[in-house]
């Protein structure tokens, strides 16, 4: 396999256009948008590896000193427009796509980059040299699902806190903070809830939390005590249903099992609970039948709403009454109620503490679930709400607060700490690969042989050649010679990785050099999915924008 050029020139403009003209067409396109995705990717490499250059950016205002960054998302983000809007439209798909890739599973950005480099560049010269760009991107697309393959093949699963660890390091330079990150995802799992927040001190602190909370608060305020904001009973029978508490009467055997069982505390938690209903819970209060009551607004809406309803009432051992099943409220016995060592509400939300719920009932609540989530790729905000409801459904969780000596140190450190759960959380979901750029090039011997048409073949041979780029970028960030350790890798094994720091490949499990597979993964499709779409793109249409001569101009004044 011939190692790929990582230093290419971009491909020169040379087809007669009016520079005046807000379209370009055919080779024109395609080289603008090519210039403009190869100055941000040029940004972003050097970010690339253990050894990792940095980037300075000034500030908007010129008032404080540049920002010195080292993360591909963060220096996307900053990374605004470029003067020439042909080109700017190449560098804002490559942002685009990075952002995605970092959003979505916390890393890889720097990977996605130059990956998709590489294939623009490679496949622009093929392109030129009158290969089809339909056969092309057949051969690209073939072989990416073969790749995709290899990788999984060559995964393994993560056992143990040290290496989810290790997987954290790569986005934290602190070695401590890595192993909290890595101790809280070993304790509460790939779906457990980690909520990253702003300390108030610069030490980082990070805690265990247990129960549940929902957003949707109380329904009535006067059902809390006098001169209270929150509402909390002690050991509550609960109510679950997914229609409104209309009507006083509908309550009462609800009211008749808890009096009866001695245990006169009583939560609803329905869509609504109507006025008269709460003026008869009060009345009960005060005359000494209720000892307290709690009326709360189920969380979400529609299909959602229902499926949290039935996750309370496992997690509290009750039963969700539902209108479509033909459940009335009349009809409820003691059984139908959950139970739970607290419950607690505020305006804005809920808490389920200590809930009494059968823990095989809780396991096949959380089987169904991960069923729905399986069934649900393509949706990655349901997929995040899903993921909610198992970890809720586990009932522990925990927060890190991260502090900072600054403001912006803080915000770069709480942005790495949440990009190290999300790459952690995929590590812990799909396993790890080797890292180094090791697993992609012994991917890319699967491709060895693939049969196909001539221009089919020239796109598997492009992605081939395209594999070896993160490994040589990697390699020349450390100052070495990336194309000759390619080169010179020879037959080695199958988790090998390149360590940049010994000078040698090493066994990526034993040396702890991995990648999450679902960062690779994601990283992989991003680059092959959006140089396919590039490389086919025969016009770039300029729009006007009203708002650029100000901006050039206010930037004049700074």
């Known amino acids: 396999m011939t190692p790929i050029d990582t230093k290419q020139t971009p491909v020169s403009d040379d087809e007669a256009t009016d520079p005046e003209s807000p379209i370009r067409y055919g080779l024109a396109a395609r080289s603008a948008l090519l210039r403009g995705a190869d100055q941000l990717a040029g940004l972003i490499a050097p970010t690339l590896g253990p050894v990792a250059r940095t980037v300075a950016i000034a500030p908007i205002l010129g008032q404080e ?18 003067a020439d809007p042909f080109e700017n439209a190449g560098a804002m798909m490559l942002r685009d796509l990075v952002l995605r890739v970092a959003d979505e599973v916390g890393d890889g950005g720097a990977t996605t980059a130059v990956l998709t480099r590489a294939l623009l560049h490679d496949g622009a010269r093929l392109l030129a040299g009158g290969v089809e760009p339909v056969g092309l991107c057949a051969g690209l697309r073939d072989g990416l699902r073969t790749v995709l393959d290899a990788l999984e093949m060559s995964a393994w699963k993560l056992d ?5 660890a290790r997987v954290a390091r790569h986005t934290l330079d602190d070695p401590a903070l890595a192993e909290i990150v890595g101790e809280i995802l070993d304790t509460v799992g790939p779906d457990g809830i980690v909520m990253v927040e702003n300390a108030h001190g610069a030490e980082t602190l990070h805690q265990y939390v247990d129960g ?25 029978r609960i109510l679950l249903c997914d229609f409104n508490v209309e009507r006083p009467e509908q309550l ?85 109620l959950g139970q739970a060592r607290q419950v607690w509400a505020t305006r804005q939300a809920f808490g389920v503490i200590g809930g009494r719920g059968d823990r095989a009932a809780i396991r096949k609540r959380v089987t169904d679930v991960r069923g729905e989530l399986t069934a649900h790729r ?9 993921r909610e409801r ?40 799909s396993g790890v690969v080797a890292g180094g750029g090791g697993a992609l090039l012994t991917a890319a011997r699967a491709l060895d042989g693939q049969p196909g048409r001539d221009d089919y073949a020239a796109g598997l041979r492009l992605l ?8 040589e970028v990697i390699a020349r960030n450390a100052g070495l010679d990336g194309r000759a350790i390619v080169a010179g890798g020879g037959q080695r094994p199958e988790r090998a990785a390149y360590d940049v ?58």
């Open 212 to 236: 549940v909370r929902w957003e949707g608060g109380y329904s009535s305020a006067h059902l809390l005590p006098p001169g209270e904001t929150t509402g909390r009973l002690v050991e509550p």
């Open 501 to 558: 720091l010994s000078g040698a490949w090493v066994d990526a499990r034993a040396a702890g050099l991995v990648d999450p597979l679902g960062v690779t993964r994601t990283a992989l499709e991003a680059a092959v999915s959006t140089a396919a779409t590039a490389l086919t793109a025969e016009v770039v249409i300029r729009r006007k924008d009203p708002l650029r001569r100000i901006r050039r101009e206010w930037r004049g004044r700074l």
């Open 65 to 82: 000193p540049p920002e010195i960054l080292d993360t591909a998302a963060t220096i996307a983000r900053r990374t605004i427009e470029l």
């Open 252 to 336: 009462l055997p609800a009211l008749e099992a808890c009096v009866a069982a001695d245990v006169p505390r009583l939560v609803i938690i329905a869509p609504d609970v109507h006025h008269a209903v709460v003026a008869m819970l009060l009345a009960n209060r005060e005359r000494g039948t209720l000892a307290g009551a709690l009326a709360i607004q189920a969380p979400s809406i529609g299909a959602q709403r229902i499926g949290i309803l039935d996750d309370l009432a496992a997690a509290t051992g009750g039963r969700c009454l539902h209108r479509e099943l033909g459940d009335r409220l009349e009809r409820v016995t003691l059984a139908d």
């Open 160 to 164: 143990h806190p040290d290496e989810i």
């Open 378 to 386: 393509d949706d990655p905000y349901l997929r995040s709400k899903l």
């Open 390 to 429: 198992i970890a809720k459904l586990t009932g522990t969780g925990a927060s890190i607060q991260v502090g900072g000596p600054t403001k912006r140190a803080q915000e770069l450190l709480k942005q790495r700490v949440e990009a190290a759960v999300t790459s952690c959380r995929a590590a812990l979901e």
């Open 464 to 471: 081939a050649r395209a594999l070896a780029a993160p490994a």
